[in-house]
């Protein structure tokens, strides 16, 4: 159900391409283990960033979804180190307003929206 929601709400919003920087930078924060996100957020964020790779974003592009790609293949300490330096300097490129913004935009239209029921039946 996850995948379809996500795939869903994505069909059904106009993501900017700084919403993608935004997706982009929390999928470095998932890849690196400093993500706070319970397991089936994470899950969510997840298909929000594959459902988005392929568009434009602002700041972030083509070599950032590259090292993405790399990771999610590569769990080494030195991989997860090169995620983590990349994901401190897209947050510190991509405003805290704009991020707070972003996260506070995909919770009010409804992307998370039923995954508490579905955490809850795992």
Not at 29 to 52: F, H, P, Q, S, W
Request: net charge negative.
């Amino acid at each position: 159900m996850t995948n379809a929601h996500v795939s869903h709400w994505v069909d059904q919003h106009a993501l900017s391409p700084s919403d993608v920087d935004c997706a982009v930078t929390v999928m470095l924060k998932i890849l690196d283990g400093k993500c706070k996100m319970n397991r089936v957020e994470k899950l969510v964020m997840t298909g929000l960033y594959d459902a988005v790779k392929n568009r434009p974003g602002l700041l972030l592009g083509a070599d950032d979804h590259l090292l993405v790609s790399k990771a999610r293949d590569d769990a080494s300490e030195a991989m997860r180190n090169l995620i983590y330096e990349k994901r401190v300097l897209a947050e510190t490129t991509i405003s805290r307003p704009i991020m707070k913004a972003f996260k506070a935009m995909i919770r009010q239209q409804g992307l998370f929206e039923g995954i508490a029921e579905e955490a809850d039946s795992e």
